[in-house]
């Protein structure tokens, strides 16, 4: 069974800093790419970043590009968002998402989110 749990989340002034952790489970974690996407009330969900596999390679929003870093530790079969520089218009929820091959179907699978409130 496949488990997504994320963490990290809570409240911070503009311009701190927030760590996110998203726990993996019931799958290869070291085997699939990963992301974090985040949504804003009344807004699209959102894809913030994104770490392949071995983690030699990321991509991230234009918007968060410079502050956020992606990272994965294969041995901990987790996932982290470091949030630096953190603006209110980040604030949302975050969401980890892994995309697997399920029964010759690409099935998506998240977890519950974790809120990011960014207020002074």
């Known amino acids: 069974q496949v488990q997504l749990v994320e963490s990290g989340g809570g409240l911070v002034q503009p311009g701190g800093s927030l760590r996110l952790s998203c726990a993996a489970s019931?799958?290869?974690?070291?085997?699939?790419?990963m992301r974090w996407y985040r949504q804003a009330p009344g807004k699209e969900r959102e894809l913030v970043a994104g770490?392949?596999?071995?983690?030699?390679?990321?991509n991230y929003a234009d918007s968060v590009k410079g502050r956020f870093i992606i990272s994965s530790d294969n041995v901990k079969n987790t996932l982290y968002l470091q949030m630096n520089s953190l603006k209110p218009e980040d604030t949302a929820i975050y969401l980890c998402?892994?995309?697997?091959?399920?029964?010759?179907?690409?099935?998506?699978?998240w977890g519950q989110g974790t809120q990011v409130t960014v207020s002074s």
């Open positions: 998402n892994v995309a697997l091959l399920r029964n010759m179907l690409i099935r998506h699978y």
């Open positions: 019931g799958f290869t974690f070291s085997s699939v790419a």
């Open positions: 770490i392949s596999s071995t983690g030699g390679s990321t």
